[in-house]
């Protein structure tokens, strides 16, 4: 007869319980409250919110790196896909597709980084993924500080050096939108302003055409992971977030003008790095 110990039992508890408690928070009110609320943050500076939203994923919700990353990209899609037809009404499809030349200028270089992305991600280990994750926050902070309030002026470059720049700048967004699950939106903006001339309400439209087909790329090299399997087994949270996700950039687009620059724009930035310190101890 088997003698079964009372530590046999334990351990064999031990794990279940762990995944009962894993799995606690993400309920759906949960899940739908803080897309609401990260999609306000973003609907607020015109982001889609993604950068904040893996932190959460991350420490509240208790994926681990990569599934996190995976979610946060189907996430951002949702938000993405929808956020173009939105902004229609200010800057109509005529208007993205009169400055076609840019958009495939950025894309030659987003697509291929986005590729290469997904693919270092996958292989990655997870404690050297969460540092990653955790210095590209720190440097979005920066951005945010630094480019967001950039003014459509005279382009830095012309003509083919112009070209040369937005294919590399182009392929380092494209590396940050795949590691990360975001649109990229927070790099593309400045660079649209600052190296093409373009006006801000323009680069914002502009900068999601493309991240939008960037995005599918880093997406499609994931699904060939296994951990791609994260999306199946999470298809209704995923939906929740995704639709807190849109309701709460409705909600902050809204609120638009309400809290100034001065304030906003720090206050995002210590939230990033508050959560970068977070995931890099994670």
Known sequence: MTTVHARDICAYISPMTDA????????????????????????????????FRLPILIGFFNFAALEAVILNKAMSLVVVATALPFRAGTVPFGAIADNWPIVINLLAGSLIGAWFGAGWATRLRSETLYKVIAIMLVAIAIVLMLGHDA?????????????????????????????????????????LVLLFGADIKLAGSL???????????????????????????????????????????FIGGLLLGIVPNAVLLPALAIILLISAVKVWRH
């Open 20 to 51: 009962a408690n894993t799995s606690l928070p993400r309920h759906p009110a949960a899940a739908f409250s803080g897309g609401a609320i990260i999609g306000a943050l973003g609907g607020l500076i015109g982001l889609g919110g993604a950068e």
């Open 151 to 191: 003014t459509a002026g005279q382009p830095l470059l012309t003509g083919v050096a112009q070209m040369i720049a937005g294919v590399i700048a182009g392929f380092i967004i494209g590396i940050v939108a795949a590691l990360l699950g975001v649109a990229g939106g927070e790099l593309l903006i400045p660079t």
């Open 207 to 249: 900068s999601l055409a493309v991240s939008l087909p960037t995005m599918l790329v880093g997406f499609t090299r994931y699904s060939r992971d296994q951990s791609f399997s994260v999306i199946g087994r999470n298809k209704v949270f995923l939906l929740i977030m995704a639709a807190g996700s849109i309701v709460g950039t």
